[in-house]
């Protein structure tokens, strides 16, 4: 099946530097990737939606210049946490929709970031 | 008011026995239903989706869904230890695939 890959698993970084999180679709082509970040006991809550080739669309209270997401192709999005912080502790998740008739998203691996 | 509500648990399980697991939501636009498994750390497992009214089964698992209650659930038949997790609900307002509204999920518990 189609399989959505998400780099780093794991990342710790210093509060004031900037993590780049990576997801790829390795056998079809993502024109959409829906970003999400869950914290501790608590559910994904959608942050933004990266489209290929155009800006993306950012969920009411996210901050744009701090979450930076890029689709430059049709298989990869990456998102940038710009001056992290350690409120922006938590895990990042992925997803992309193989084809507009298909009904199953299929996740990356997430991304479990660690501010110090 | 959430747009997708889930009681969090735990729900304790004998194994062996059903898991009843509800979840409603408040926008009557709501046109898909997702049930997802999540363990600690990982990412969500897609179970089963719905799109209509009545029950969907595959396996041990059986999806129900009543639009006219805004009200879907997730029955697992013959629980054994291995299913035990987070299980989130989710919603998408339009057909198909689209961003999804999840719950905050109902952690499982199924005990030998």
């Known amino acids: 099946g189609a399989v959505v890959s998400q780099h780093p698993s794991r990342v710790i970084c210093k509060s004031g530097t900037s993590v780049k999180i990576e997801c790829r679709s390795l056998?079809?082509?993502?024109?959409?990737m829906f970003w999400y970040r869950q914290f501790p006991k608590q559910s994904l809550m959608l942050m933004a939606t990266?489209?290929?080739?155009?800006?993306?669309?950012?969920e009411q209270g996210v901050e744009k210049d701090k979450f930076l997401i890029n689709h430059a192709s049709l298989t990869l999005s990456t998102l940038t946490v710009t001056s992290a912080h350690p409120e922006d502790s938590s895990f990042y998740i992925c997803?992309?929709?193989?084809?507009?008739?298909?009904?199953?998203?299929?996740f990356g691996q997430g991304t479990r970031l660690t501010v110090v | 008011q959430k747009e997708v509500e889930q009681n969090s648990g735990p729900l304790s399980v004998p194994e062996g026995a059903i898991a009843s697991l509800n979840c409603t939501y408040s926008?009557?636009?709501?046109?898909?239903f997702f049930w997802y498994r999540q363990y600690s750390g990982k990412s969500p497992e897609l179970i089963m989706f719905?799109?209509?009214?009545g029950d969907k089964e595959d396996g041990r698992f059986t999806a129900q869904l009543n639009k006219a209650s805004q009200y879907v659930s997730l029955l697992i038949r013959d629980s054994q230890p291995s299913d035990s997790a987070t299980y989130l609900c989710?919603?998408?307002?339009?057909?198909?695939?689209?961003?999804?509204?999840f719950g905050a999920g109902t952690r499982l518990a199924v005990h030998p």
């Open positions: 990266s489209n290929e080739g155009s800006k993306a669309t950012y």
């Open positions: 926008d009557r636009g709501s046109q898909s």
């Open positions: 719905i799109y209509s009214n």
């Open positions: 997803s992309a929709p193989p084809g507009p008739e298909n009904t199953e998203a299929f």
């Open positions: 989710a919603v998408s307002k339009s057909g198909g695939y689209n961003k999804l509204i």
């Open positions: 056998d079809f082509q993502a024109t959409t």
